[in-house]
């Protein structure tokens, strides 16, 4: 059974950091591309950042600079460092594992930005 589990959000200052982290269970970790994505009330989905199983990073244009994702595939787990943190970042943030053939979701962790 596969299992994404996501930590870290909460809510946090304008200005100010937090650091999400995705737990992965039930897949080959370090096969997957794994991404962070985001949804803020009444918008869609959108892709936040992506690391690729080589570890290539991509980011969303709204949070070059600020927002930082790395993994560790001896704990199965992604990063998002966030810094500098602004109303706008305030979303529920999803974790995805990718392996080109399946692909998986987390449940989410809310972050709220107050400003």
């Known amino acids: 059974q596969v299992q994404l589990v996501e930590s870290g959000g909460g809510l946090v200052q304008a200005g100010g950091s937090a650091r999400l982290s995705c737990s992965a269970s039930g897949i080959i970790f370090s096969w997957n591309d794994m991404a962070w994505y985001r949804q803020a009330p009444g918008k869609q989905r959108e892709l936040v950042a992506v690391?690729?199983?080589?570890?290539?990073?991509n980011y969303a244009d709204s949070v070059k600079g600020r927002f930082t994702i790395s993994r560790d595939n001896a704990k199965n787990t992604v990063y998002l460092q966030m810094n500098s943190l602004k109303p706008e970042d305030t979303a529920v943030y999803y974790c995805?594992?990718?392996?080109?053939?399946?692909?998986?979701w987390g449940q989410g962790t809310q972050v709220t930005v107050s400003p």
């Open positions: 995805n594992a990718d392996s080109r053939l399946r692909s998986y």
């Open positions: 690391i690729t199983s080589g570890g290539s990073t």
